[in-house]
């Protein structure tokens, strides 16, 4: 790859592009954490949902208070901010999951997966995860995702990473991206709870974990096993000689090679 691809956001593109939709987005150069800018419009008392973009961030979160890196005017950095307490945040994770797969698929990447529970793959690296945090009486989506970056250059990785960049060898339209995540994102949420139905087999057809043997941590503790449901509640079914067991939380330590 060559050293950088920085494109700012068109943020007057990007309002062009949602035109049509109900969805206020409020765009930012440089910020901390869409999350956090996400979580002080809750606390004002926001009452329609509204998108925070970044085209930089100085304090990332990813999940289990891991960072999240967002190389300037690289990446996607994304938190959509909504009012209203009546969601389900496996919902959420599994909408905002699908939204970032539809548009990387949009921009021409392909081997796309769902790594459970948040990841987003491409060719069995991560190239994005989903952020879902609960405040002010609201949820928030956030949403990252490695675009134009060189994955090579993320600090402190302990996963293997990806990027459309990289896959593509060429830039992707982050501008496009971004609408693209949002537009989907919108239509997956307000297709619900009709809709979840057919979200959750898409996410079950997306998943790179079904049918193989895992090993997954849980509350301090580690579990070997084939993986054998998703459930719509975002559980992961583990089966380990004859013994099936649900997990709801959890993050994935090693895929095994063979079942
Ligand atoms: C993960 O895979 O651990 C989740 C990463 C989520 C990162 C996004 S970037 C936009 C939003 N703002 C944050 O601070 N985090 C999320």
Redo the contacts with the bound molecule.
């Keep these: 790859m060559a050293a950088r691809d920085r494109a700012r956001t068109d943020p007057e593109r990007l309002a062009a592009l949602l035109a049509g939709l109900p969805i206020g987005v409020e765009f930012h150069d440089r910020i901390d954490?869409?999350?956090?800018r996400a979580r002080n419009l809750l606390a004002e008392g926001l009452v329609v949902p509204r998108a925070v973009i970044?085209d930089g961030?100085s304090?990332?979160?990813?999940?289990?208070g891991?960072r999240?890196h967002?190389p300037y005017a690289e990446g996607?950095?994304?938190?959509y901010a909504l009012p209203g307490a009546r969601r389900e945040p496996a919902d959420l994770v599994r909408s905002a999951c699908l939204a970032l797969c539809r548009a990387l698929c949009r921009c021409g990447c392909t081997e796309i997966g769902i790594k459970w529970p948040?990841?987003v793959m491409l060719a069995g690296r991560?190239a994005?995860?989903?952020?879902i945090e609960s405040a002010g009486g609201g949820w928030i989506v956030?949403?990252?995702a490695n675009l134009n970056n060189d994955p090579r250059e993320l600090p402190g990785l302990t996963y293997p990473a990806a990027s459309a960049r990289g896959q593509l060898g060429r830039p992707v339209d982050r501008t496009a991206v971004a609408a693209d995540v949002m537009a989907g994102l919108h239509a997956n949420l307000a297709d619900l709870p009709a809709g979840s139905g057919r979200q959750q087999r898409r996410w079950v057809e997306l998943s790179v974990l079904l049918g193989r043997r895992i090993r997954l941590l849980d509350a301090g503790r580690s579990f070997t096993g084939v993986v054998t449901d998703l459930g719509t509640d975002g559980s992961l079914e583990l089966e380990d000689g004859g013994v099936r067991r649900r997990h709801r939380t959890g993050s994935v330590d090693e895929v095994f090679a063979n079942r």
């Design positions: 954490s869409t999350n956090t970044a961030q304090a990332g979160r990813g999940r289990a891991t999240w967002s996607l950095a994304l938190s948040n990841d991560k994005g995860g989903i952020l956030g949403i990252g």
